[in-house]
Structure formats: C-alpha cells, structure tokens
C-alpha cells in the first residue's frame, strides 16, 4: 500500500525549526555577498571580467549551499568569502599595475569591424556564430556592413558600433536573415556584390 509521507517530502528528516535556521542562513548569506559587492567596489554585472565572473559563481556555490543545507557550517563559508575577496583584491592590484596580467586577465579589446570590412583575423578567431553576431548587429540598428565605420568588441563582450555619416556610407554585406537577402553562388545579372566572407564588395558582371 502506497503511502505518501508529506513531513518527508516538504522537510525530509529535519524538524519544523529548522525553517527558522534557514531563514537566519539565507539573511547571513545575503549580507555576506552584499558586503562582499560593496567592498570589492562593483557597480554593475555587465562590467564583471572573466575572473569576476568566476568568483560571482563560487560566491553563489558557497551562499547557496549555506542557505539550506543543515550540515553546512557557516564559518567556513565566512572563510570562503573573506579568501575570495582577498583574491580579488590581489588581482585587481595586479591588473592596475601590470599591463601583460592585466591583458591576460581581461583581454583586449578586438576591432570587428573597420571602414565596413570584415577584420578577418579578428572573425576567424572568435568562438561565436556568424547569426548571433549579426544578431547584434541588427538590434543596434545595423542592416549592412557599410553603416559600420567601426565595431569593436568590449572586454565585458559588448559590442561597440560607431557608424559613418549619412553622406559617408557605401554599399555593404548585408545583415539581415536569410529571407530578407539573396545571396548568389552565380551572379544572375551584372551589379554590385558584396563577399559573405570578408563584406568586400566589387562589381562583378553575370555568370
């Protein structure tokens, strides 16, 4: 006969109290990462680096398992937090006083995009799909590459645009989906074409 034990199912085998405990856990867990934020002097996740990135992470590990676990003691979590926190302290001295750790750490910024072209060997060495990047591109309100006199790629990921002026812009690969642009492998008619690969664009007669 089935019998369904709902003290186990909600609780397990901890008492009713121990509800009490987590809410004491999850506030101390709080205000360990807020001071932890304040301290370390962040202002925003999009400015987190690769490292920030990590120690968000293992804070989140640390504070969540604290929170609910009834076998988890505080103070080493506290230990956690105070290690990270001189870590990232160390690092960000590191990074303000050394120009290689610092690239090594955060990266460069990387031209994407220059006088409507493809950089290539800044494309070729990018881990991301040619549709999520135009993607981006779009919704910063980009239809071709000959808008684009400058696209660069922040160290936070963002991508930064700077476009020609009205009278400066020239034909260009276009970015939009599939089914809002041709594309040809054999040129239909004499005109103006645009390189999927580099955006160069040259006039090419019919094939």
């Given at each position: 006969m089935f019998s369904f034990d709902w003290h186990r199912f909600l609780l397990n085998d901890q008492p009713a109290t121990f509800l009490f405990e987590v809410v004491v856990r999850v506030l101390l867990a709080y205000l360990v990462v807020f001071t932890f934020l304040k301290v370390s002097g962040r202002r925003g996740i999009r400015q987190l680096s690769l490292f920030e990135l990590v120690v968000i992470l293992t804070l989140g590990s640390a504070s969540g398992d604290v929170t609910f676990y009834d076998d988890v003691p505080v103070l080493p979590v506290i230990l956690v937090f105070?290690?990270?926190?001189?870590?990232?302290?160390?690092?960000?001295?590191?990074?303000?006083?050394?120009?290689?750790?610092?690239?090594?750490?955060?990266?460069?910024?990387?031209?994407?995009?220059?006088?409507?072209?493809?950089?290539?060997?800044?494309?070729?060495?990018?881990?991301?799909?040619?549709?999520?990047?135009?993607?981006?591109?779009?919704?910063?309100?980009?239809?071709?590459?000959?808008?684009?006199?400058?696209?660069?790629?922040?160290?936070?990921?963002?991508?930064?645009?700077?476009?020609?002026?009205?009278d400066e812009r020239r034909a260009g690969l276009s970015v939009l989906p599939p089914e809002h642009r041709q594309d040809f492998t054999l040129m239909p008619t004499t005109g103006l074409y645009a390189c999927t690969h580099c955006g160069q664009t040259a006039e090419i007669a019919a094939q």
């Open positions: 105070v290690v990270l926190l001189c870590l990232y302290r160390f690092t960000t001295y590191l990074t303000a006083h050394s120009a290689r750790f610092s690239k090594w750490i955060q990266g460069e910024v990387i031209t994407l995009i220059k006088d409507g072209l493809y950089v290539l060997e800044s494309l070729d060495s990018l881990n991301i799909s040619e549709d999520e990047f135009f993607m981006e591109l779009r919704q910063d309100g980009v239809e071709h590459l000959g808008q684009v006199r400058l696209a660069l790629i922040e160290l936070d990921g963002q991508l930064s645009i700077y476009f020609f002026d009205e």
